[in-house]
């Protein structure tokens, strides 16, 4: 068999697996969107819809974990998927994609996924990631200017860690988005003061564009 036939089926069979596992912990897939085939890195976005148990809609990548993230020898995981979590009401026909309004968490996903093979880096746990400098929010309908990778806590204690056929496996980690004051917290004070704040304003990894902002401790 020719490599680029061995290497097509390595990839078909670890897409296979996250699909099973995604389906396994969240529930059915009924949407695939697919990268484009000009794109360098096939990373399409899986959506699982609400159900009467979570009644919210989730979105995960199913590619990022095809490249090894340059961890530089640390003891982090080198592979990893990512998801947002979203209102159940939240526009999924592809064509209300082209507006910024609807698009901007699905191409947060996607830019993050390839962040790591763009830049010989690796994304984990606690990393926040600005959208740009100077900062500005990713779409006119929110405050949000950046984002942190945290646990999926509404998936279930088994659903972080994804098997991959020869043994290895892949992270799957939640991103939040957050405001500036947010990103300001946690750079100047770290990660466990924003979890402070998100536990004082009971924040989880479910995306509301008008939440409490957990740099202000305070009770609304």
């Not at 996250?18 to 990373?43: C, F, K, M, T, W």
């Not at 947010?182 to 100047?188: C, D």
Request: net charge negative.
């Amino acid at each position: 068999m020719h490599q680029p036939e061995a290497a097509a089926d390595v990839h078909a069979a670890a897409m296979a697996a996250i699909e099973a596992h995604i389906e396994q912990h969240l529930g059915r897939i009924n949407l695939v969107y697919h990268s484009p085939l000009s794109e360098d890195a096939h990373i399409d976005v899986l959506r699982i819809p609400p159900s009467e148990s979570f009644p919210y809609v989730r979105f995960v990548t199913c590619g990022m974990s095809s490249w090894r993230m340059n961890t530089a020898g640390l003891d982090v995981p080198a592979r990893a998927e990512l998801m947002i979590t979203l209102p159940a009401d939240w526009p999924v026909v592809q064509n209300s994609w082209e507006d910024p309004e609807h698009y901007w968490p699905i191409d947060l996903l996607k830019s993050l996924a390839r962040l790591p093979m763009q830049f010989d880096t690796w994304l984990g746990w606690g990393h926040s990631v600005p959208y740009s400098d100077p900062p500005q929010s990713y779409a006119d309908n929110c405050a949000f200017t950046g984002c942190i990778l945290l646990q999926p806590v509404n998936a279930g204690p088994d659903f972080d860690w994804i098997a991959l056929p020869g043994g290895e496996g892949a992270a799957v980690y939640s991103v939040v988005p957050l405001y500036p004051e947010e990103l300001a917290l946690k750079l100047e004070q770290g990660v466990d003061a924003l979890l402070a704040g998100f536990g004082a304003h009971g924040i989880s990894d479910i995306v509301w564009l008008d939440r409490a902002n957990a740099a202000y401790h305070a009770s609304p």
